[in-house]
């Protein structure tokens, strides 16, 4: 039995306006960013001379809503554009951009209207800051969003019974596997020590998947005169909210101490195997997470991989991963901090787009934000809060 389409279906209120897409993750390629298609059914009673629009929109937050004051929100829309989708200004077969979008026309009837929007190239990637443990409300994030309306123009008052709201995710993939095995070599020399300390800090690979061990070797070759002492090796995140403030985050995210020293004149090898994993972090506020929040089904922020010709400042939050290791190097007189550290990408594998379905079977399933990693609605179906 073949797999069908799953589509995603939202109902306003007062049904006035259904949306169904079918996805909502949209993968950035770096080259290109995958378009957001769907479809809108409309009730053509209720319209009474109103248009109906779609409104796609990118926004950063950077503090909680309850925070708002003097009419100051926390927040910046860094992208929005909005498209009449009723009537239509174009025929429906020039608005008509992707197979599903023909697929869910023929299927929906004479009601239905196609949309189709393009991500500009400077927008960043879905990011949220893990809250703390009694942290409440929204967080500092980027947000991406559909919302569909009917009104007598753009620009006027929204009526939440006859709009829809989509929360979706703008994400990226892992490139292609490099043969590229990163190495870090460090030599260090010490007052009235003949001989240096050298550290060699190496991975198995450049870019590891979520959930993945990274194996790191580690080699001391201590020709020193001093004791090395206090080894560790971590893994770090490093979050970089470059849009407001320009403000640098760097959390551990996996540890693991070594219990030899090297006296001078010694040698050292071994590999440690850390696990860089959302489970084993899930109460520590400030983390950078994909998407949305659910310590169940989301993980840590994926790394960035930015353009050379797109502007930093713009992307909101920044994200990459380190391999750090730290020793203590003792002498008789005084001692000092070591620090070697060496960069990797930590994402999602990119999946083998030859297995997807081209199957004409489609399931409806009510688009919730719960979907998206847990966020689910309130009463009014307008805000997200945590799950």
């Given at each position: 039995?073949?797999?069908?389409?799953?589509?995603?279906?939202?109902?306003?209120?007062?049904?006035?306006?259904?949306?169904?897409?079918?996805?909502?993750?949209?993968?950035?390629?770096?080259?290109?960013?995958d378009?957001?298609?769907?479809?809108?059914?409309?009730?053509?009673?209720?319209?009474?001379?109103?248009?109906?629009?779609?409104?796609?929109?990118?926004?950063?937050?950077?503090?909680?809503?309850?925070?708002?004051?003097?009419?100051v929100?926390?927040?910046?829309?860094?992208?929005?554009?909005?498209?009449?989708?009723?009537?239509?200004?174009q025929?429906?077969?020039?608005?008509?951009?992707?197979?599903?979008?023909?697929?869910?026309?023929?299927?929906?009837?004479?009601?239905?209207?196609?949309?189709?929007?393009?991500f500009?190239?400077?927008?960043p990637?879905?990011?949220?800051?893990q809250?703390?443990?009694?942290?409440?409300?929204?967080?500092?994030a980027?947000?991406?969003?559909?919302?569909?309306?009917c009104?007598?123009?753009?620009?006027?008052?929204?009526?939440?019974?006859?709009?829809?709201?989509?929360?979706?995710?703008?994400?990226?993939?892992s490139?292609?596997?490099?043969?590229?095995?990163?190495?870090?070599?460090?030599?260090?020399e010490?007052?009235?020590?003949?001989?240096?300390?050298?550290?060699?800090?190496?991975?198995t690979?450049?870019?590891?998947?979520?959930g993945?061990?990274?194996?790191?070797?580690?080699?001391?070759?201590?020709?020193?005169?001093?004791?090395?002492?206090?080894?560790?090796?971590?893994?770090?995140?490093?979050?970089?909210?470059?849009?407001?403030?320009?403000?640098?985050?760097v959390?551990?995210?996996?540890?693991e101490?070594?219990?030899?020293?090297?006296?001078?004149?010694?040698?050292?090898?071994?590999?440690?195997?850390?696990?860089?994993?959302?489970?084993?972090?899930?109460?520590?506020?400030?983390?950078?997470?994909?998407?949305?929040?659910?310590?169940?089904?989301?993980?840590?922020?994926?790394?960035?991989?930015?353009?050379?010709?797109?502007?930093?400042?713009?992307?909101?939050?920044?994200?990459?991963?380190?391999?750090?290791?730290?020793?203590?190097?003792?002498?008789?007189?005084?001692s000092s901090?070591?620090?070697?550290?060496?960069?990797?990408?930590?994402?999602?594998?990119?999946?083998?787009?030859?297995?997807?379905?081209?199957?004409?079977?489609?399931?409806?399933?009510?688009?919730?934000?719960?979907?998206?990693?847990?966020?689910?609605y309130?009463?009014?179906?307008?805000?997200?809060?945590?799950?």
């Amino acid at each position: 039995m073949s797999p069908k389409h799953v589509i995603f279906k939202k109902v306003s209120k007062d049904k006035s306006v259904t949306v169904y897409m079918g996805r909502r993750d949209f993968v950035d390629h770096c080259d290109f960013v995958d378009p957001v298609d769907g479809v809108i059914v409309i009730d053509p009673v209720q319209m009474q001379g109103k248009k109906v629009y779609v409104m796609l929109s990118c926004t950063f937050r950077y503090g909680r809503q309850d925070m708002d004051v003097l009419g100051v929100a926390f927040r910046r829309d860094l992208f929005l554009q909005t498209r009449q989708v009723y009537p239509e200004l174009q025929d429906k077969e020039k608005l008509t951009h992707t197979k599903i979008q023909k697929k869910l026309l023929r299927k929906l009837g004479d009601n239905a209207y196609p949309f189709f929007f393009e991500f500009p190239d400077n927008l960043p990637c879905s990011v949220t800051l893990q809250p703390g443990p009694h942290d409440v409300g929204k967080k500092c994030a980027v947000e991406f969003e559909v919302k569909a309306f009917c009104g007598e123009n753009q620009d006027e008052k929204i009526e939440k019974q006859s709009s829809v709201r989509l929360s979706i995710r703008k994400i990226q993939f892992s490139p292609e596997v490099s043969d590229v095995v990163p190495v870090a070599e460090t030599t260090f020399e010490f007052l009235m020590s003949e001989k240096p300390l050298k550290v060699i800090l190496s991975l198995t690979k450049e870019t590891f998947y979520h959930g993945e061990p990274v194996s790191v070797g580690v080699d001391i070759d201590n020709s020193s005169s001093r004791n090395i002492k206090d080894i560790s090796v971590s893994v770090e995140q490093v979050t970089n909210v470059v849009l407001y403030s320009n403000d640098k985050y760097v959390k551990s995210v996996a540890r693991e101490e070594i219990e030899d020293s090297v006296p001078a004149g010694t040698q050292l090898r071994t590999v440690c195997t850390l696990f860089p994993i959302l489970a084993y972090n899930k109460d520590r506020r400030g983390l950078a997470l994909d998407g949305q929040l659910k310590h169940e089904d989301t993980n840590l922020a994926s790394s960035s991989i930015v353009r050379q010709d797109v502007l930093k400042e713009v992307l909101g939050i920044l994200v990459s991963y380190k391999v750090v290791v730290r020793m203590m190097a003792c002498g008789t007189l005084t001692s000092s901090d070591v620090c070697v550290e060496l960069p990797f990408k930590l994402m999602n594998p990119n999946p083998d787009q030859s297995k997807e379905s081209e199957t004409d079977d489609m399931v409806f399933e009510e688009f919730k934000r719960a979907y998206l990693k847990g966020v689910v609605y309130g009463d009014d179906d307008e805000s997200p809060t945590e799950a």
